[in-house]
């Protein structure tokens, strides 16, 4: 097989504690997961079900634990945010999947920042029009390694947190999910079939805000260890 252009090389993440690289297929996240964000976006969190958009894998930055990764300001936002989400790595195919059953196809979890172009998001949602140009750019998905699910017991009680600068932006807990880990992959599978290296961001907790260049942002996860990205 020629191809016309060299492809380009796959999109994959260190696994901790290991030299293995897990491949990432697709990456699906959840909107309005948490009832206080919702809130704080204006929306009742008793009335909606879960629902999806996602972001090429290519948006996804790799974080090295100890490192600062550096992740560029985007173009044409004026209201540049942040959102520390809990990552769920899918390591077994299904459709279909009972949350009763949806931990057997998770394959690890990892901490990661679904970035966000605020100003951007708000306008196409007030239009009626997809996300992606607030959602789905470039460098808009850093994430830290993968940690087998094994590894981490008691993930669903876990607290999840973000600082930037120092200052504590996002504190709050994986308990505090409107859909568990278990409910969203069930939902998200009615819709899709799930495949080994597809990631779920699953959502944020309230708190998310603005931040400008040469802000450092630290967040992190019980049991997964923390991520930093310096905005440039």
Known sequence: MTFVFAPPAPV???VA??????PV??????????????REMGFDPSRDPPFFFAKPADALVPVSPG????????????????????VVAIGRRGAGIDAARAQEHVWGYAVGLDMTRRDLQLALRDKGR???LGKAFDASGPIGPLTPAAGVPGIERAGIWLNVNGETRQRSAISHLIWSVGETIAHLSTY???????????????GVGKVVRGDVLTGGIDGLGEISVRIV
């Open 17 to 22: 504690g290991s030299t293995d690289r897990f």
């Open 67 to 86: 490192s600062i990764a550096e992740v560029p300001y985007p173009s044409a936002t004026q209201d540049y945010q942040h959102e520390i989400e809990l």
């Open 130 to 132: 997809p996300w992606e």
């Open 12 to 14: 994959s993440l260190a």
């Open 25 to 38: 297929r697709r990456v699906y996240c959840v909107g309005r997961n948490y009832a206080a964000h919702a």
């Open 192 to 206: 899709f079939m799930l495949e080994p290296g597809d990631l779920i961001f699953t959502g944020t907790p309230e």
